[in-house]
Nanobody, 124 residues
């Protein structure tokens, strides 16, 4: 089992920045690719960004390209999501997820472990 705990959410004005962190514990050696997803009220959970185990491959949703950056520190078992130029439409609960496989996936279905989520609210 892998446990994921997100942190760093909060309230920020439009144009501001936040940095989310996801700390993994447990059988972290069995987790490979990691991803960030988000879910706004009344909407389905959607892919935001993903990163391969070695950090060499990343993928982003079109809506966040150029504004968000995903990174990881395997020595600390932590994945980060740097969010810049935030918009009100970025408001959502952000979830960290881990796969048992090495490839980045944009699908909720292919992630095996999930955190509890952290709220990000962007005011206009």
């Amino acid at each position: 089992q892998v446990q994921l705990i997100e942190s760093g959410g909060g309230l920020v004005q439009a144009g501001g920045s936040l940095r989310l962190a996801c700390a993994a514990s447990g059988r972290t050696s069995s987790s490979n690719a990691m991803g960030w997803f988000r879910q706004a009220p009344g909407k389905e959970r959607e892919f935001v960004a993903g990163i391969s185990r070695d950090g060499g491959n990343t993928n982003y949703a079109d809506s966040v390209k150029g504004r968000f950056a995903i990174s990881r520190d395997n020595a600390k078992n932590t994945v980060y999501l740097q969010m810049n130029s935030l918009k009100p439409e970025d408001t959502a609960v952000y979830y960290c997820a881990a796969r048992l496989w090495s490839g980045v996936s944009v699908s909720v279905t292919y992630y095996d472990y999930w955190g509890q989520g952290t709220q990000v609210t962007v005011s206009s």
